[in-house]
């Protein structure tokens, strides 16, 4: 590691189990090949994890792929059956959520660009990882119609935030900006 260089080979199956409080899997799945140098792997990674829970998150499936050259990785899955704490039963299972990552190992501020979707619900942001901290996130809901029982009240319309991040030494300045459309 010290050559900021990998080359693995990575086989993986894991049967139920439930490794810490809070951490369980019926059953996980994948492989994993990276060589190259950190800055611009070669990466061909999958997983697959069935029936999974953490800290009360579960989701009936998750499928991750992960590919990478050139300084590039990608990351693309699919949580199937989600449930989320807190939320009416079945609120995000009805629909797969859809999840990416795109970091660019080469670029200065070394940027990961992110996404969530789901019908109910699109989070999209990017983060700057090196250097200081800097991160924005928007997060649209198409219809707050579905998350009334969540707030005992009738809701209508769509709603939208924008968050913006930034740390510099200890200082932590966060500012949001949020929109309700009845």
């Known amino acids: 590691l010290a050559s900021r260089h990998a080359d693995l080979d990575i086989a993986l199956h894991a049967p139920a189990m439930t490794p810490r409080p809070g951490m369980a899997w019926q059953e996980m799945a994948g492989e994993a090949h990276v060589h190259g140098g950190f800055d611009a792997p070669l990466v061909d990674a999958h997983l697959v994890l069935t029936n999974g829970v953490l800290q009360g998150v579960t989701a009936k499936s998750l499928t991750l792929d992960v590919t990478g050259s050139l300084g590039r990785v990608q990351l693309k899955g699919t949580a199937e059956g989600l449930a989320l704490p807190g939320t009416p039963p079945g609120l995000f299972a009805k629909a797969p959520l859809l999840l990416s990552a795109d970091a660019d190992l080469r670029e200065r501020a070394r940027p990961v660009r992110f996404s969530l979707h789901h019908p109910l619900a699109r989070l999209d942001g990017r983060v700057e990882t090196r250097g200081p901290l800097t991160a924005t996130a928007d997060l649209a809901l198409p219809s707050r119609a579905p998350f009334a029982a969540l707030a005992q009240a009738d809701l209508a ?26």
């Open 157 to 182: 319309g769509q709603a939208s935030l924008h968050a913006t991040l930034r740390r510099q030494d200890t200082r932590l300045q966060v500012a949001l900006d949020g929109r309700r459309d009845a």
